[in-house]
């Protein structure tokens, strides 16, 4: 028997981690696209947004000013890394770019540890979205259904960046064929640098809107970094739209098997994961080529 | 390093079996405690099959813990809850386990490569510990593992041997390691160890010269696989309780440090790696106290190692021994070698080598199943290439014979390496039909297609460039030797009949015999351009194509190779692609002009220089004498 507003509230929470993963996942792929590293420090970025805006609230007690410092302070780092680090690896295999975002990733996340310790953080919603809203048939908390709406505001500025300016332009001609864009007289690396940042920023963004959710641990970002793998092997390696629609199923996938039974959520996500595999191996969105 | 592990037989079996005997004595003055050590043991036993796989066949895998706790559980379950009373069977039982377990998540995981790969195994690995401690909790225990494993003993009929804790498990651990490191070398140094390495350094050359390269990265998961597991189960023995953290995410990563700390690809790294890290782990924690932060400083060092010391310590070590000794030795040889000469002088002594050099025997290409066939050796007909709007080539009929060299010209985007891509069955044509000596070969794979007999060299050079001259020319002559596909794991190279044969023949052919040993990186371009075509040959193909293979070689270099492929056509049948057409004109006997993916004239040398069609082509309306 299934219980309709308990259905539907697991569909808005769906709807709501989809959403927050869909835009970590769009980070993670545009760098991926662009840079050809996957950064497996991305779930560190997630969770170091967190961290940051946890922080800039404790001084200001400002919401929006915990958001703003979150993502500025991961877009910062996020470029620091790429300018220092990952810069001296864009030549060398893809398996010593693993290796190295891996080991930056744990470092992030030992720091964080040092830093904090491993106890539970909170950060409350802003006031104005405390509370539960009234759906007419059901309850929902308010602050969930705004994350959706936040979220949906940031993936439109960065479609808009992405596919309604010239650096967009650049970034997306740039997943194409660097080389080439490269030649065209456009520098290459200082677009790598812009892309890591934005990438890195989507990813700290997340992670402070997500803190008011789900309490902030140093750990949080290993789950997130998983779930944003399966999202963009589902969604299409390197593709926008791919992440979007890859994180929305993969929000969902995990909600509604959680209703009936948590212990499955991660076996239903790769039971998705693999059906995409084999029917289509490249990801629903994603385009052939790029390996 | 590959070159150290193949130095002397037995040596490096010899120098473990020394070193995990004197173990016991040494290590408790360096301060390891017992337990530390047989942790470093089960750690360096998980890290062997992880070696093979990523050291050797170049497969990052981020998800080894799902076969070390599949290991461990199905062991541990069978000794605590199934009340299975031998511990060594438990053991292997564990093992068999996670290999299947391997083989089935291999299906998945290798459907795709690089990046995709990692992600994937990252998923398959979460999704195990999700299983562990929910659907399957009932059986293993859930976040309380199972607690009462019980030790090994053996009943040897007049005595009992019974290892419980600290240094009497370490003689069974370290037993176990010894089998381990013996099956890991034999592995290593087999026909499949090469074709692994191979795949590591050259996916695509690997199909191309023959072998089924998706079987052997799946048999090298396998093996990983194999080992997790049996080294998950000594973990359950070795604590008396099976943890489920073994599933955890941070085991993975810890393998991966590890490895890449100690040095991939030589076996010994994870468990020198283990040995720094659990050392450092003790020293920072209690020494320096600094508690938690202790997997910050290893982060670090990691990141610092990955950074400038890519091979870890023991490939920094092997440097350092290199530069200390290797020096000397390498001066004295340059002595002897031509190593130490000037390019030019090089070039002196290659070409009076071939001057004077009689003739190599020729090289017959391989009886194969077709070679009743009196037909044509290849007949391709209408075939053609649309790349979205672009027709690269336009229904295009071609036929050669037994025995015929065939040249190609055309001028550049005529469609010429395309032609090729698509009789190599690189490229499957849009439509059109390809036979090959009487079969038809359309929609075949590269890796088919060579083990039928045909081949080509590349345009740009597809060499396994961490290899050796010889190690490259071996590794296309085991495809023709030993199938696409075998799992001889426990063979030696050396008994492989034919095969050092076949590859001092090879080398003579191309005149590469006074650097067998020379690894790719450091040989010059000539040089290079000539392996790229032995490994063409070494696969003893009866019709070979080769692709520009005079390209971006100096005139001098052209003579040698003209003459080299000259010898080479005795008894084969060959189809170049070049520009350089005073040398193709020498060399071949028909010629077919391609221009626009079109045929636009055959015939043979003089027919073609003086065909005005073909003028016009390549100098647009000029008429006159064509002798570029």
Redesign the interface.
């Known amino acids: 028997m299934i219980n309709w507003p308990n259905f539907v509230s697991q569909l808005f929470n769906g709807l709501a981690l989809g959403a927050l993963l869909a835009l970590i996942s769009s980070g993670l792929t545009i760098i991926?696209g662009t840079l050809g590293v996957?950064n497996l420090a991305h779930g560190a970025m997630f969770m170091l947004g967190g961290y940051a805006g946890y922080v800039t609230y404790t001084y200001t007690g400002s919401f929006i000013l915990a958001v703003i410092g979150g993502s500025l302070f991961v877009m910062i780092l996020g470029i620091v890394m790429e300018r220092v680090?990952i810069r001296?690896f864009y030549n060398?295999?893809?398996?010593?770019q693993?290796?190295?975002t891996?080991?930056?990733g744990?470092?992030f996340v030992?720091?964080v540890?040092?830093i904090f310790s491993?106890q539970s953080l909170v950060v409350p919603p802003p006031p104005l979205l405390q509370g539960i809203t009234s759906l007419g048939f059901m309850y929902y908390p308010t602050y969930r259904l705004a994350v959706v709406g936040i979220v949906a505001v940031a993936l439109a500025a960065l479609f808009i960046v992405l596919y309604r300016t010239r650096l967009g332009m650049i970034v997306r001609a740039g997943i194409e064929d660097s080389v080439m864009v490269d030649s065209l007289g456009i520098n290459v690396y200082r677009v790598f640098m812009i892309v890591f940042g934005i990438g890195a920023m989507a990813a700290g963004f997340a992670g402070i809107i997500n803190a008011p959710v789900v309490s902030l641990t140093p750990g949080i970002g290993?789950?997130i970094?998983?779930q944003t793998?399966?999202v963009?092997?589902i969604g299409g390696?390197g593709s926008f739209p791919g992440a979007i629609l890859g994180g929305l199923i993969a929000g969902e996938i995990i909600s509604i098997t959680s209703m009936i039974?948590?212990?499955?959520?991660?076996?239903m996500?790769?039971v998705a994961?693999?059906l995409v595999?084999?029917l289509r191996?490249h990801g629903l969105l994603g385009a052939q080529g790029r390996? | 390093m590959t070159a150290m592990l193949k130095q002397r037989r037995f040596l490096i079996e010899v120098l473990t079996a020394i070193g995990l005997i004197a173990a016991p004595f040494v290590l408790p003055h360096l301060g390891f405690a017992p337990n530390t050590v047989n942790r470093i043991l089960v750690w360096g036993l998980f890290g062997l099959g992880f070696d093979i796989l990523f050291g050797f066949t170049g497969l990052l895998s981020f998800g080894q813990s799902a076969f070390y706790g599949t290991g461990g559980f199905v062991a541990a379950y069978l000794l605590t809850r199934a009340g299975f009373p031998n511990v060594f069977l438990a053991l292997v039982i564990g093992m068999v386990a996670a290999a299947v377990t391997g083989y089935f998540v291999g299906l998945i995981a290798l459907r795709r490569t690089g990046i995709y790969f990692a992600m994937i195994t990252v998923a398959i690995a979460e999704v195990f510990y999700f299983v562990e401690f929910n659907p399957l909790a009932e059986w293993t225990g859930g976040e309380n593992g199972l607690p009462g494993v019980p030790t090994p003993s053996f009943n040897l009929g007049f005595t009992t041997l019974h290892f419980t804790t600290g240094w009497s498990l370490y003689q069974f651990l370290a037993a176990c390691y010894f089998v381990g490191v013996v099956i890991a070398l034999r592995i290593v140094r087999s026909p499949v160890g090469a074709i692994l390495s191979a795949i590591r350094d050259n996916p695509l050359r690997a199909t191309a010269v023959g072998h089924n390269i998706h079987g052997y990265k799946l048999t090298a998961f396998v093996i990983a696989a194999a080992y997790a597991g049996f080294a998950g189960g000594l973990l359950g023995v070795m604590q008396a309780f099976m943890p489920p953290d073994a599933f955890m995410f941070e085991t993975s990563g810890q393998l991966i440090m590890q490895t890449a700390i100690g040095g991939p690809g030589t076996l010994f790294g994870p468990l020198v790696g283990a040995a720094v890290w659990l050392f450092l782990q003790d020293f920072l924690q209690s020494a320096l106290g600094l508690g938690a932060a202790w997997k910050l400083v290893l982060g670090a060092v990691f990141v610092l190692l990955v950074c400038f010391l890519r091979r870890g310590i023991i490939g920094g070590i092997a440097d350092l021994y290199r530069l200390a000794f290797g020096k000397r030795a390498h001066r004295e040889s340059a002595a002897a070698s031509a190593k130490a000469l000037t390019a030019e002088e090089e070039q002196a002594i290659a070409e009076a080598d071939v001057a004077k050099q009689p003739d190599p025997p020729p090289m017959a290409p391989l009886n194969r199943a077709g070679d009743g066939y009196a037909g044509p050796i290849l007949q391709a007909t209408g075939l053609t290439k649309r790349y979205g709007g672009l027709l690269a080539n336009s229904d295009i009929d071609f036929t050669v014979n037994h025995g015929e060299l065939r040249g190609i010209i055309g001028p550049n985007g005529a469609g010429k390496s395309t032609f090729f891509k698509m009789l190599t069955c690189e490229v499957a044509p849009t439509s059109g039909k390809i036979v090959f000596e009487g079969l038809d070969i359309t929609g075949m794979n590269v890796t088919d297609v060579c083990q039928l007999g045909l081949t080509k060299s590349y345009q740009v050079n597809q060499l396994f460039s961490g290899l050796t001259v010889r190690e490259n020319l071996t590794i296309a002559a085991l495809s023709e030797l030993r199938g696409k596909f075998r799992l001889d794991m426990f063979r030696s190279l050396q008994s492989i009949p034919g095969l050092s044969e076949q590859v001092e023949r090879t080398l003579e052919l191309v005149n590469l015999t006074t650097r067998p040993d020379t690894p790719v990186s450091e040989l010059a371009y000539g040089e290079k351009r000539r392996l790229e075509i032995g490994l063409a040959l070494a696969t003893s193909p009866s019709l070979l194509l080769l692709d520009e293979p005079l390209a971006g070689m100096s005139p001098r270099e052209r003579v040698e190779t003209v003459k080299l492929l000259k010898s080479i056509s005795k008894g084969r049948t060959m189809i170049i692609i070049d520009h350089d057409m005073d040398s193709l004109f020498e060399l071949v006997g028909r010629v077919t002009v391609l221009q626009e993916g079109r045929v636009l004239v055959e015939g043979t040398p003089d027919e073609i220089k003086n065909n005005a069609v073909v003028q016009e082509a390549y100098l647009g309306g000029v008429h006159g004498v064509l002798d570029a």
């Open positions: 991926y996957l680090i001296h060398r295999p893809h398996e010593d693993l290796l190295v891996f080991g930056l744990i470092c030992e720091i540890r040092f491993s290993d789950d970094l998983v793998f399966v963009v092997v390696v039974n948590p212990g499955y959520a991660y076996v996500l790769f994961m693999t595999l084999v191996p390996d």
